[in-house]
């Protein structure tokens, strides 16, 4: 369980992960040493497990998305999810409920490169239909 000091060092984190310890201690009113001692055990006990890059506005309008729903062939959903992370263009792979069996979020540099990815995953073994929807905006993103 975690308190609400790790809900707002978490949230802070959120925002700008690259935030020295010092800037998180005075922006939530704490000592570096706290702030250390959080960031710590948040980390040991794997409630952060890592920091990642959030990609700027002007580069992401250059890139086109779209949401990917896969229906697997179910005797080989193993073999087809290890083929599916192998495709850097996928950022996100999501098993769901209904219809399909599977949510990729995949990312090109244009929508040539969106159509040939598309194809190549509705090609594996595993495969057997894709329902593509290109992401026109983004309204919002937490």
Not at 6 to 26: C, G, M, P, Q, T
Not at 77 to 86: A, D, H, I
Not at 129 to 137: A, G, K, P, Q
């Amino acid at each position: 369980m975690i308190s609400d000091t790790d809900k707002s060092l978490i949230n802070a984190l959120k925002e700008n992960a690259r935030l020295s310890v010092s800037d998180l201690a005075r922006k939530l009113s704490l000592s570096r040493s706290t702030i250390q001692n959080r960031l710590a055990r948040l980390e040991s006990t794997g409630v952060i497990t890592g920091y990642s890059v959030k990609l700027g506005e002007d580069y992401l309008k250059n890139r086109v998305s779209a949401h990917v729903s896969i229906k697997v062939k179910q005797k080989l959903t193993t073999q087809t999810n290890v083929e599916l992370k192998r495709f850097t263009a996928i950022s996100q792979l999501y098993a769901i409920s209904g219809e399909y069996d599977l949510i990729a979020v995949v990312e090109e540099s244009s929508l040539e490169q969106l159509s040939h990815t598309l194809d190549e995953i509705g090609n594996l073994d595993g495969v057997e239909r894709t329902t593509s929807s290109v992401i026109l905006e983004t309204k919002f993103k937490r």
